[in-house]
């Protein structure tokens, strides 16, 4: 069986986080090639429960507002998404920081709009896989 994945983006750029085995994750994303990111995190499974299921919330509440929202609030988060409506979708902007909340190494990127529907497949499909 394939292990939980979400991958969100195109080709040229994009962000995917995928299980390994257990509490082990892989980050990964991509900039048109000029800039890659590429490391574990040791995350627990209800902590991505709880992040997919906050991003679902944001994405179905009838404001469509603008929102952010971190994989996990404590020191070793190494994700976070800000999404930014734009027209039926939105762009996200994505923080990564692969040695926890840190300000000197991080990689920050931007992923253009993604519709609404298509978010919220892909974060669905997420939440689902973990809580079978």
Do not use: K, Y
Request: charged share 20%; hydrophobic share 45%.
């Amino acid at each position: 069986m394939e292990e939980p994945r979400i991958r969100l983006g195109g080709d040229d750029v994009w962000l995917e986080l995928a299980r390994n085995d257990g509490d082990s994750w892989q980050v990964t994303a991509d900039w048109c090639s000029w800039l890659t990111a590429d490391f574990a995190a040791d995350l627990s499974v209800a902590e991505v429960v709880d992040f997919a299921a906050r991003v679902l919330s944001h994405l179905r509440a009838p404001s469509g507002g603008r929102f952010s929202a971190a994989v996990t609030p404590g020191r070793n988060n190494p994700l976070t998404l800000t999404a930014e409506p734009v027209g039926d979708g939105f762009a996200l902007f994505v923080r990564l920081t692969p040695n926890g909340d840190d300000d000197a190494c991080h990689v920050q990127m931007e992923i253009d709009p993604i519709a609404t529907s298509e978010l919220c497949e892909a974060f669905s499909a997420l939440h689902a896989a973990l809580v079978v």
